[in-house]
């Protein structure tokens, strides 16, 4: 019984023979459009017309005999040997195999990508595959060749300890992403959803209910206020009708008064002349009006300034007794999942226990901080933090570059100018190289952190006296963003929040220019 594989190889070794029969000698491609000379050399017709385009001798290019041919004869017969051949090819190859635009052979496994021809070696120098026409070159032949079948072997199942290594490195490379991709629990799956994405999805819904927990908070106080405003409106409106109605009562009293006097005066008037004469007297008296000429009234209107002047100014401007605004608020994508940071941004503590939140690039790992979510590249800001009782926390400001993966060393040479308080009662600066310690006159409950971004200083001061605490000096080029850390709530010995302070908002009108 034959051997199936001996004889794969001698259907391989034929088809490669036969490859090399239909092989342009110039090109190195199946025959295109071949054409004969008479010495019986064949070659693609583009192929010889470049060829003898650049030599004027018009000879064979395999065996320079003459040729008496203008053009070549075209050779119908090995055009369709080649064409079968391809056809048969690319049958057996699979569909979208075959032949390619032209009538050329497209590129596949085991054939020379630059001459079209079976590879029959390995360079160990170049590390590629080479057919005949390439060992014909000059390139490679100082070159450490390998049979292909030994090549194998060197580089495939005995792998150098390089490519050992590079494949462990890729190999870690994979890890990296997929912890980048899915860390922790995130890396399941639920639903075919990645977990990273409903985590992403369940805290936008979250700050969409907050945001729409806010204008709801607006919309109430719009609504209050336009019933407050039209209920003054209405109490004004009331008032003066009220007002009018009984001055019309008075006037109509008088008026009444008034006609029944003429009334009577010229009833007199019309009787006998000694009925008249003896009552001229009081005929005269009555006649004599004492009553005052009715006055114009101010103020009758409704007064159209005061309930429409500036109205949306006086809304605005009451609006600040309800809202509250902080120079800074807490970035909660920065914070150790250790930490919990309030829907208001506000105020951060330590829970206790990690939450499964992303690893994110922003977020601090090991040291228990939070940033702010201001960046301040100019000028002077400021703001209060309430410390409280804690007997641990650490305020400042970190550069953007600050190491939020692993220890973070609070001094400036690691991006942070801060102070801080710990075991309740040492007080120090994060100062090169030890940290200096800070006697205070009393425990503050409330620092202001003072940051001078232009002239290059970082103060710290209590807020009940602004009596001094430590002011950093240093030169500035990077983002900075406010620094926090509550410190761990060790067995219940450090409680609280660290809160950010509002400050005071007051309304300036200047003059239009």
């Not at 902080?326 to 909660?332: E, F, G, N, Q």
Request: hydrophobic share 35%.
């Amino acid at each position: 019984m034959d051997d199936p594989t001996r004889a794969k190889a001698s259907g391989a070794q034929r088809g490669a023979a036969l490859e090399e029969e239909l092989t342009c000698p110039i090109c190195f491609d199946f025959f295109h459009e071949p054409v004969s000379l008479g010495c019986q050399h064949s070659f693609c017709a583009g192929c010889l017309e470049e060829a003898w385009r650049r030599r004027p001798e018009r000879d064979c290019p395999v065996c320079r005999r003459k040729s008496s041919f203008e053009h070549g004869v075209p050779n119908l017969t090995l055009r369709n040997i080649v064409a079968a051949y391809l056809q048969e090819e690319g049958a057996g190859e699979g569909e979208g195999e075959g032949e390619g635009e032209g009538g050329r052979r497209p590129e596949r496994a085991g054939v020379c990508g630059r001459h079209r021809r079976k590879v029959r070696s390995f360079c160990g120098d170049c590390e590629e595959t080479l057919c005949a026409a390439c060992l014909e070159g000059e390139h490679h032949t100082l070159h450490n060749r390998w049979s292909l079948e030994d090549a194998a072997v060197e580089y495939k199942v005995r792998p150098t300890v390089k490519l050992r290594s590079q494949l462990q490195a890729l190999q870690q490379k994979l890890e990296a992403f997929n912890q980048e991709r899915a860390p922790g629990e995130n890396a399941t799956l639920h639903n075919g959803i990645p977990r990273v994405s409903l985590t992403c999805q369940s805290e936008a819904q979250r700050v969409e209910r907050q945001i729409k927990a806010e204008f709801e908070k607006l919309h109430k106080f719009l609504q209050d206020e336009e019933r407050a405003r039209l209920a003054a409106l209405r109490k004004e409106e009331q008032q003066k009708s009220a007002r009018m109605r009984e001055r019309i009562e008075g006037l109509t009293k008088k008026m009444v008064a008034l006609t029944e006097t003429i009334s009577d005066i010229e009833t007199r008037m019309e009787a006998e002349d000694s009925s008249f004469l003896e009552g001229y007297k009081n005929i005269k008296k009555r006649a004599q009006c004492k009553l005052q000429d009715p006055e114009l009234v101010s103020g009758a209107l409704i007064d159209v300034a005061k309930h429409l002047g500036n109205l949306r100014f006086r809304v605005w401007e009451k609006m600040l007794e309800m809202v509250q605004y902080t120079p800074v608020t807490l970035d909660v994508n920065s914070a150790h999942p250790d930490l919990h940071v309030s829907d208001s941004l506000l105020e951060v503590w330590d829970g206790e226990a990690s939450r499964p939140l992303p690893d994110n690039a922003e977020r601090f790992d090991s040291s228990v901080s939070v940033l702010g979510a201001e960046a301040f590249t100019a000028g002077r800001h400021s703001w209060d933090v309430e410390v409280g009782g804690k007997t641990a926390w650490t305020l400042g400001v970190a550069r953007e570059t600050v190491g939020r993966k692993g220890a973070v060393s609070v001094r400036p040479d690691g991006g942070l100018w801060a102070v801080g308080l710990w075991d309740g009662e040492e007080y120090s600066a994060g100062t090169v190289p030890l940290g200096t310690p800070l006697t205070l006159k009393r425990k503050p409950r409330r620092i202001r952190v003072q940051l001078d971004y232009d002239g290059g200083e970082v103060s710290f001061f209590d807020s009940h006296d602004m009596s001094h605490i430590y002011t950093f000096k240093d030169t500035f080029t990077d983002r900075l963003f406010p620094y926090f850390s509550p410190c761990l709530n060790a067995n219940g010995k450090n409680i609280g929040a660290l809160k950010i302070c509002p400050a005071k908002v007051s309304v300036t009108v200047m003059p239009s220019q």
